[in-house]
């Protein structure tokens, strides 16, 4: 089963994914994304470390995350949240990797598994179109990994204000 959350940036989508998996009843597995590169950040990531207790195992990888999830595909008595899938393509982008072969590999790796999947993602396209290339690459390159993942997920789910709308599923 793969569950996909989208939403703007403090739109509860975290907390939303980390509420679903914490009534699976399976073990849990967060996959971090993030690295803490300045206080802000750091303080961040404390804070996501709190909310979701010790019943969690963290594994911070800002790269490969297809791999993590493909040593955890033995067992369906795993959950595994991705969180996010935004911070991963930026680190992409930051280590100029080539976006369309780790996409692959992640959408393989998702299709193999046995494990549960919750991925969250930032939903960056639905503002104003960005005024440098960069940014605009990061949306589109955004916008085509988000079609993928929702292509292959079994439920997708949209948070705004904290309120989880499904979308698909």
């Not at 509420?19 to 961040?44: F, H, K, P, Q, W």
Request: proline share 1%.
């Amino acid at each position: 089963m793969i569950n996909f959350v989208l939403g703007g940036a403090r739109s509860g989508k975290s907390a939303y994914a980390e509420s679903v998996a914490n009534t699976s009843g399976c073990e849990l597995i967060y996959i971090a994304t993030a690295s803490a590169g300045d206080s802000e950040m750091s303080e961040r990531i404390k804070k996501h470390k709190e909310r979701r207790g010790v019943n969690w195992q963290t594994i911070e990888e800002e790269i490969d995350i297809s791999a993590i999830i493909q040593q955890q595909e033995t067992s369906n008595q795993k959950l595994i949240l991705v969180d996010c899938l935004t911070l991963w393509l930026s680190n992409l982008l930051h280590y100029n990797l080539d976006i369309g072969e780790e996409t692959q590999k992640l959408l393989c790796a998702l299709k193999k598994t046995t494990a549960e999947i919750i991925l969250v993602s930032n939903e960056v396209g639905q503002g104003i179109i960005p005024d440098n290339v960069l940014a605009r690459k990061f949306v589109d390159e955004a916008g085509i990994l988000h079609q993928k993942i929702a292509a292959i997920s079994d439920n997708v789910i949209f948070v705004t204000a904290g309120i989880p709308t499904k979308i698909k599923g």
